[in-house]
Antibody, heavy 122, light 109 residues
Framework: QVQLQQSGPGLVKPSQTLSLTCAIS??????????WNWIRQSPSRGLEWLGR?????????DYAVSVESRITINADTSKNQFSLRLNSVTPEDTAVYYC????????????WGQGALVTVSS | QPVLTQPPSASGTPGQRVTISCSGS????????VNWYQQLPGTAPKLLIY???QRPSGVPDRFSGSKSGTSASLAISGLQSEDEADYYC??????????FGGGTKLTVL
């Protein structure tokens, strides 16, 4: 049973970088069958998939078109965790952010973090 | 505007059968499997159906999924009060990558 624990600041200033981390237990971030995803949810945009990373002999990254110029997802094998960085944030990026995992070969997300509200405000 | 279209609301009485639709296109539902999530108030979404019609262990068989062409459906039979939640369909899009529906709020009357 994979468990995901999120951490990171709940308040970010406009134009700065949003950073969140998701610690993994019950699996390895470099598993050759799992993908590690970030999703966000806001009243105006609903659920929005942001991106994922997975390892299959090398690291792969898929990003949502809507944020691909601003997003970076990284895996840290030494800490068994993965992270989200979203640059140049605006109030539109205010949302509850979730990390989630599933099989890399399919799109289902079978384990979710607890969620974290991130507010973009000065 | 969500890529996948769901009705914003649905309702039923206890014991009834309710269906929730999810409409997409050839670039998403038409070429990939559909997953469904249930979100109870204040909690993270939970995987309810994967690969169109498969239930993860622990999900009651009252929940079922189907897909035809560019549309998918979630059916809940023997509706119970604890089924009151938001339901989301999701899949992969060949251009946009991961996509979700706008969600359907299910009310048990």
């Amino acid at each position: 049973q994979v468990q995901l624990q999120q951490s990171g600041p709940g308040l970010v200033k406009p134009s700065q970088t949003l950073s969140l981390t998701c610690a993994i237990s019950g699996d390895s971030v470099s598993s050759n069958r799992a993908a590690w995803n970030w999703i966000r949810q806001s009243p105006s945009r609903g659920l929005e998939w942001l991106g994922r990373t997975y390892y299959k002999s090398k690291w792969y990254y898929d990003y949502a078109v809507s944020v691909e110029s601003r997003i970076t997802i990284n895996a840290d094998t030494s800490k068994n965790q993965f992270s989200l960085r979203l640059n140049s944030v605006t109030p539109e990026d205010t949302a509850v952010y979730y990390c989630a995992s599933g099989e890399y070969s399919s799109s289902e997300l079978s384990s979710w973090g607890q969620g974290a509200l991130v507010t973009v405000s000065s | 505007q969500p890529v996948l279209t769901q009705p914003p609301s649905a309702s039923g009485t206890p014991g009834q059968r309710v269906t929730i639709s999810c409409s997409g296109s050839s670039s998403n539902i038409g070429s990939n499997n559909v997953n469904w999530y249930q979100q109870l108030p204040g909690t993270a979404p939970k995987l309810l159906i994967y690969s169109n019609n498969q239930r993860p262990s622990g999900v009651p068989d009252r929940f079922s999924g189907s897909k035809s062409g560019t549309s998918a459906s979630l059916a809940i039979s023997g509706l119970q009060s604890e089924d009151e939640a938001d339901y989301y369909c999701a899949t992969w899009d060949v251009s946009l990558n991961g996509v979700f529906g706008g969600g359907t709020k299910l009310t048990v009357l």
